[in-house]
């Protein structure tokens, strides 16, 4: 298993990396001097973990503003340090382009992208590399690069229910096709997998990305290769300089400016043992009302899910369902509720699979993936189901403008 700490080192790399593509005004001298230092075989393992840093960044506040714009999360000003007016925007599905925590967000993960892609370019052009820092370093940047794209086709749109995304100021790339170009960057990666588990997070993430175009059958055959239950989750990891979204977005040690809806009090008062797998903690607006906040990141090195067996086990009992094998889905549900001391249930349809999901899945960014495919979204019409393509980008690609 690869797990990946976010260090302030990287962000120094990651700036002298990025200096010819994000900074405009500076010498090019002193430009490709600093870049050039990157290309030598001993700089490769450090541009490796400055690609898993920024998409460490990347993946925990992707998933706090989905679930701020799904049902998950609430921003409610009653909470005396809910103050981000970007917040309730999103919130409300009401985003303006010039959202600044959008933009953001957007500007980390493209640039998460970028290093990925660059990282290939790199690495097919230095002689001399060791052959396994070699592969890491071409499955690791297949496995960013697919990522990243997969992030595009789900949480970005051109227009509140157009979903899709750039890469490079390029044309619009709608959702199917940027799914595509995750699945090469994926099939790419498993050619340099390391390990047995280093093709098992690639396989669930293909999963995920067949179950959200409603190919089941795809879905169910990279499942079955996907992480089983025993598998360690695919996480990405933080420190104290790079601290994980969540605990500053929506812990009282950080601030709480998201608290999570009432639905997930109200499972745990039908159903104690789901404290198990829902972990919150209640807290008291300025009216005295009682909110309830998470409490599953409640350190700021707390690592976030970017994938686990958990939703690769729900994957499958979906499919499941919807091939009409009930009972291998009950079977798959009650073992994934056993493992966290949940008793088994009696029954299972797709709309217990909704619920199962919700639960499981809780703060990991799939709650909007879910609401969108199940048509169940919760704000008025004509509101943003994903995040928009922000002004910043719109302004500079001129292939968005009209």
């Not at 993430?205 to 059958?217: E, H, K, P, T």
């Not at 809780?362 to 879910?370: E, S």
Request: hydrophobic letters at 40%; aromatic letters at 12%; proline letters at 5%.
């Amino acid at each position: 298993m690869r797990k990946y700490s976010a260090l302030l080192l990287f962000m120094f790399v990651l700036g002298i990396w990025g200096c010819e593509n994000y900074v405009q005004n500076v010498d090019p001298l002193i430009n490709q001097v600093e870049d050039d230092r990157l290309n030598d075989p001993s700089q490769v393992d450090f541009l490796i973990k400055g690609v898993l840093q920024r998409l460490s960044t990347t993946a925990s506040n992707m998933g706090m503003l989905a679930g701020g714009l799904s049902d998950e999360l609430v921003f409610d000003q009653d909470l005396p340090r809910a103050t981000f007016p970007s917040y309730r925007e999103i919130n409300e599905g009401q985003i303006p382009l010039d959202n600044n925590s959008v933009d953001g967000l957007s500007f980390n993960l493209n640039e998460a992208r970028f290093f990925a892609d660059d990282l290939i370019r790199r690495v097919n052009e230095i002689e001399g590399i060791d052959p396994d820092t070699r592969n890491l370093a071409l499955y690791t940047a297949n496995l960013v690069g697919g990522l990243t794209r997969q992030y595009l086709a789900s949480y970005w749109a051109l227009n509140p229910e157009e979903p899709g995304g750039v890469i490079d100021a390029g044309p619009f790339i709608p959702a199917d096709d940027m799914y595509q170009l995750a699945l090469e960057k994926y099939q790419e990666a498993l050619k340099y997998a390391a390990s047995d588990y280093d093709a098992k997070v690639i396989h669930t993430l293909m999963a995920r990305i067949f179950l959200i175009q409603g190919d089941y059958a795809s879905t169910a055959t990279h499942a079955a290769m996907g992480l089983q239950m025993g598998d360690e989750p695919f996480l990405a990891k933080y420190s104290v300089e790079t601290p994980n979204a969540y605990f500053f977005g929506g812990h009282e040690k950080g601030r709480i400016q998201w608290i999570v809806d009432f639905r997930f009090n109200d499972y745990i008062q039908a159903d104690p043992k789901e404290a198990n797998r829902i972990k919150i903690a209640s807290t008291t607006g300025t009216s005295g009302k009682t909110y309830y906040y998470q409490n599953m990141f409640d350190e700021r090195e707390s690592p976030f899910p970017i994938t686990s067996w958990q939703e690769n086990t729900l994957m499958l009992a979906e499919v499941d369902v919807r091939n009409g094998d009930t009972a291998s889905a009950l079977t798959r549900i009650n073992a994934l509720r056993a493992s966290y001391g949940l008793d088994p249930l009696a029954s299972v349809d797709l709309d217990v699979i909704y619920v199962e999901r919700d639960k499981t899945l809780f703060l990991t960014g799939m709650r909007l993936i879910d609401q969108n495919r199940f048509g169940r979204w919760h704000l008025p019409p004509g509101t943003w189901h994903y995040l928009p393509i922000t002004e910043r980008e719109r302004n500079a690609n001129d292939n968005l403008k009209n």
